[in-house]
C-alpha cells in the first residue's frame, strides 16, 4: 500500500478534547483506526490518540471519490491523519466523553497501514497472557494499561517532588555491584577484565545507601532498580522498582512519620482518603491475632486461644494441646452471623483441604445456627464445654467457630489464611479501603534449618532492639530488631529500620550469624570500615513501587503495571530473553557451559 507522508501535518487537537464547544471548527487528528464501520452511504470510523477517542464520519454522497477510496482501505489499526469539520451529532453516545459530536471527513492522510492484531485490544476482551506479553507493544495499546502507565509516572512524580520538597538528595548507586545479602539469590555478572569473578546485581542499595550516611548526606532517596532471582508470584518480579529511603539521626517513628504524608498523598490520588498516623502493630501481637506479618485489617475477625476450654476435655486431640505447657495450642477463629453459620458441609471441606495443603491434619469446626450445634466434635462437646467455649470465642449468636492445634506457628499459618480465605467467602472485606498499617518489633533473627545457623530476617545490617542488645550472644531467637513493615489491605508494602552504626555491634551480628571474623572483613570490611570513621545513627525504608501502583489502580497482577514484565519463569516472551549467547562471547568471560 503507498503510505501518505506525515509533512508538516501536524495536530489542532487532542482527539479526546473536542466537545461540542468546537462545532463547526475545522480540525486536524492523528491517532490509530480502533475501528471502521460501514453504515449504508455513511462509514464510521473511531480514530485513537493517547488522550482519547473520537469518531470520524464521512458520506460516501457528500465526500470526493479519491477520499472515500482511501477511507475504505483502513482497516483497525491503521495511523491516520484526519481533516474534518466538528459536528454534533444526531445520536449522542454518553458512554464517550467526545459523544456529543463527530468529526466530518474532508481528509485523510494514511500514515502506516497494519497488520490485524494477534490480540484484541479492548479490555473486555479475553486475551491468553502469553499471547498479550509476546505482543506487548499492541497490549500497551490497551487503555487499561495506558492508565495505568500513566498514573505510574504520576506516583513517581509525586514521590520525587514530595522528597525534593523534604530536603533529600536523589543519589544514584551502582548497577554492577556487591553481592549483599537481602535475603534472595543474587543475578551474577561476569567481569570480562577479571575471569572467574562477578559482579551482583544489587537486590537493593542497602549499603551504598548507608554508606551516603556515612558520608553525611542525611536524607537520601532513589527511585531504581532492585534484581532478586527468587521464585516468582503474582506480586514479584526478577527485577522491580523500590522508592528507596535513608536518613541520619532517626529512630523508627521519624522514619514512619516522613512516609505516611507520602502514602497518604498517593492514595488520594486514586480519590482513596486515609488518615495518618497508620496504626503500629507489634510483630508479635500480627501473628497472635492474624496469624501473618501482614494482615489484612479490613476483616477485624481475630484468632483466639481456645486452649484452655479444653483442659479437661474428651476430646484427645485438644487435651493433650492443653496438656503440653504451651507447647502445643488449640486457636480458633470465629466468624459471627447467619451466613458463617450456614456455611456448608461442602464449603467446609474445601478448608479443610486448605488446612491439610498448609501442613494442618484437618479443621475442626463448630458452628451454631438455625438448628442449633453442629460440629466435627459435637460428642465431645458437652454443654458445659460449649458453653465455656462460646463464652471464650465470644460467640452469643450465630456463628461459625474454626480450630487449629499445634504450636504457635503452625497454628497462625493455618488460620492466618483461613482466615482470609473466609473473610473473602462471607464479603467481610470492603474492598474499596485502604488499610494501612505498621508492623513493628520484628525478630532479629531466625533459625535456618537448612544452614543450621541463624539467619538475618530483614537484613545483618538492622539495629536490635536496644533492651534486647544483650540477647545476641544469650537467646539470639528472641531479640527483637527495629523494624518495621508497612502494610497496606494485606499486603506488603515496603520495609526497613533502623541500622547499626557502631562497628563493635555490627561484628557481634555477624558473629550471631555464624559468619567468622575473617569472613565479616572479606565480604564486609568496607562497612566495618565505614562504621569506624563516625556513621551517624541512620535508619530508613524501601517501597516496593510496582506493588504499591498494582494495589493503586487496583490490579490483582504486578505485570499491569509494569510495561515489559517477565512471566513467572523470569522470561521475556517478546524479546526472548534470556537467550543463548554467542559462543565467542562466553569465550571471552572465560566461562564454559557444561
Ligand atoms: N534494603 C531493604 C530491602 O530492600 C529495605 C531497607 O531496609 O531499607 O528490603
Redesign the pocket.
Known amino acids: 500500500m503507498r503510505l501518505d507522508p506525515l509533512g508538516d501535518f501536524q495536530r489542532t487537537h487532542r482527539n479526546g478534547q473536542l466537545r461540542l464547544e468546537h462545532t463547526g471548527q475545522t480540525v486536524r487528528l492523528l491517532g490509530w483506526c480502533k475501528r471502521v464501520r460501514n453504515l449504508g452511504s455513511l462509514v464510521f470510523l473511531d480514530l485513537r490518540d493517547r488522550w482519547g477517542l473520537v469518531q470520524l464520519v464521512a458520506n460516501e454522497n457528500e465526500v470526493s471519490p479519491e477520499l472515500l477510496a482511501r477511507l475504505k482501505a483502513v482497516r483497525s489499526e491503521f495511523v491516520l491523519g484526519a481533516e474534518g469539520v466538528v459536528a454534533e451529532r444526531e445520536q449522542k453516545n454518553p458512554q464517550m466523553p467526545t459523544g456529543d459530536i463527530e468529526v466530518r471527513l474532508s481528509g485523510l492522510r494514511i500514515l502506516n497501514s497494519a497488520q490485524t492484531p494477534p490480540i484484541p485490544l479492548d479490555d473486555g476482551a479475553e486475551a491468553n497472557e502469553d499471547q498479550r506479553l509476546k505482543y506487548r507493544f499492541l497490549d500497551l495499546r490497551r487503555e487499561s494499561l495506558q492508565r495505568n502507565l500513566v498514573l505510574r509516572s504520576e506516583v513517581m512524580n509525586i514521590v520525587r517532588n514530595y522528597f525534593r520538597q523534604n530536603d533529600f538528595v536523589e543519589v544514584e548507586t551502582p548497577i554492577l555491584g556487591k553481592s549483599t545479602p ?1 535475603g534472595a539469590r543474587d543475578y551474577l555478572v561476569p567481569s570480562r577484565p577479571h575471569p572467574g569473578q562477578f559482579y551482583a546485581l544489587p ?4 549499603l551504598y ?1 548507608q554508606l551516603l550516611q556515612v558520608a553525611g548526606f542525611e536524607r537520601y532517596v532513589q527511585i531504581c532498580r ?1 534484581f532478586r532471582d527468587e521464585d516468582l508470584r503474582a506480586d514479584r518480579q526478577p527485577e522491580f522498582t ?1 522508592v ?3 536518613m541520619s539521626f532517626v529512630r523508627p517513628v521519624d522514619i514512619q512519620n516522613m512516609m505516611e504524608p507520602l502514602l497518604v498523598e498517593l492514595a488520594a490520588l486514586v480519590g482513596k482518603e486515609v488518615r495518618a498516623p497508620f496504626p503500629r502493630l507489634p510483630y508479635r501481637d500480627a501473628m497472635e491475632w492474624y496469624g501473618s506479618d501482614k494482615p489484612d485489617t479490613r476483616c477485624a475477625v481475630r484468632i483466639q486461644d481456645a486452649t484452655s476450654v479444653f483442659a479437661g476435655s474428651e476430646f484427645g486431640l485438644f487435651r493433650a494441646a492443653a496438656d503440653s505447657q504451651g507447647a502445643s495450642r488449640v486457636r480458633a477463629l470465629f466468624f459471627a452471623g447467619e451466613a458463617a453459620a450456614a456455611y456448608s458441609r461442602k464449603q467446609l471441606d474445601e478448608l479443610g483441604d486448605l488446612a491439610k495443603h498448609l501442613g494442618s491434619g484437618g479443621l475442626p469446626y463448630a458452628k451454631w445456627g438455625k438448628d442449633g450445634l453442629s460440629s466435627s466434635f459435637k460428642k465431645f462437646l458437652d454443654p458445659a464445654t460449649e458453653a465455656a467455649l462460646r463464652e471464650r470465642l465470644g460467640a452469643t449468636g450465630e456463628g461459625l467457630a474454626v480450630f487449629a492445634v499445634g504450636s504457635s506457628q503452625q497454628t497462625s499459618k493455618v488460620l492466618g489464611e483461613v482466615r482470609l480465605r473466609l473473610a473473602r467467602a462471607l464479603g467481610l472485606i470492603d474492598e474499596s479501603k485502604f488499610e494501612f498499617l505498621w508492623v513493628v518489633d520484628f525478630p532479629l533473627l531466625d533459625w535456618s534449618e537448612e544452614d543450621q545457623r541463624f539467619v538475618a530476617c ?2 545483618p ?2 539495629g536490635p532492639h536496644p533492651e534486647d542488645l544483650a540477647l545476641l550472644e544469650t537467646d539470639p531467637g528472641s531479640c527483637r530488631a527495629q ?1 518495621y513493615d508497612v502494610i497496606l489491605n494485606g499486603f506488603e508494602l ?4 533502623i541500622r547499626i552504626h557502631d562497628a563493635e555491634i555490627q561484628s557481634r551480628l555477624f558473629k550471631a550469624i555464624g559468619m567468622s571474623p575473617e569472613e565479616a572483613r572479606d565480604q564486609f570490611g568496607f562497612l566495618l570500615d565505614a562504621l569506624a570513621f563516625g556513621a551517624p545513627p541512620h535508619g ?3 517501597l516496593g513501587l510496582d506493588r504499591l501502583v498494582m494495589l493503586l489502580v487496583g490490579a490483582s497482577n504486578i505485570r499491569e503495571v509494569i510495561a515489559f514484565p517477565k512471566t513467572a519463569q523470569a522470561r521475556c516472551l517478546m524479546t526472548n530473553a534470556p537467550s543463548p549467547v554467542n559462543p565467542r562471547q562466553l569465550k571471552e568471560l572465560g566461562i564454559g557451559i557444561s
Open positions: 537481602e537486590q537493593s542499595p542497602q545507601k532492585c523500590q528507596d529511603v535513608e530483614h537484613h545490617f538492622t523494624a515496603g520495609g526497613g529500620s530508613g525504608i524501601a
